[in-house]
């Protein structure tokens, strides 16, 4: 079955600003569960400029102990891999994410897209599309579904409130 989620905010900081704040984030002492991020390969196309990075993070398992129970699932750490666009003359990022972790049972994807705003080139768009799918688990897949949603729910906006208190310790207030 599967679920969606998606959320969508304007940053009142530069591209520039909001770019540098989001692939510099993490580890943060405002989110716990991301240990790390490590960039794995970097290049840029000399023809576009667009530099394509490949990052993995380390995030602790957070699955509830009870869930635990299942082997599978007894792990101390889940994996993610983020690729990411960055197109400076066209100012827009895009990214792609997944899960490494039991890729056997659960998909996990995302789209996020940050772009210098219509409205005003000193701010920032910000959209983001996930999907969750759990499979491989009998009638558990909708126990494991229901909690994959509320957590991936409020993660979106914990991301978006630790960007926001970034922006403003690095910058200032945001512009107007």
């Known amino acids: 079955m599967g679920f969606t989620v998606e959320a969508c905010t304007v940053y009142r900081y530069p591209f520039e600003h909001v770019v540098s704040s989001f692939l510099n984030?993490?580890?943060?002492?405002?989110?716990?569960?991301?240990?790390?991020?490590?960039?794995?390969?970097?290049?840029m196309d000399l023809s576009t400029g667009i530099i394509y990075r490949r990052r993995i993070a380390t995030c602790t398992?957070?699955?509830?102990?009870?869930?635990?129970?299942?082997?599978?699932?007894?792990?101390p750490n889940i994996y993610l891999e983020e690729e990411s666009w960055l197109n400076m003359r066209k100012r827009i990022m895009t990214l792609k994410s997944h899960c490494l972790?039991?890729?056997?049972y659960a998909t996990l994807n995302e789209e996020s897209v940050f772009r210098e705003s219509l409205e005003n080139p000193n701010w920032t768009e910000f959209a983001q599309k996930g999907t969750v799918s759990i499979t491989g688990a009998g009638f558990l897949?909708?126990?494991?579904?229901?909690?994959?949603?509320?957590?991936?729910?409020?993660?979106?906006?914990?991301s978006i409130k630790i960007m926001e208190t970034?922006?403003?310790?690095r910058y200032g207030c945001p512009f107007s």
Not at 68 to 73: C, E
Not at 101 to 104: G, L, S, V
Not at 147 to 158: C, E, L, S, W
Request: charged share 25%; net charge positive.
């Open 61 to 75: 398992n957070i699955i509830p102990e009870f869930l635990r129970k299942n082997k599978i699932l007894k792990v």
């Open 25 to 43: 984030k993490y580890p943060t002492p405002m989110e716990k569960h991301i240990t790390a991020v490590k960039t794995v390969e970097e290049k």
């Open 141 to 158: 897949n909708y126990v494991f579904e229901a909690f994959a949603q509320a957590f991936v729910n409020q993660g979106i906006k914990k």
């Open 166 to 169: 970034l922006l403003q310790e």
């Open 101 to 104: 972790t039991w890729t056997q």
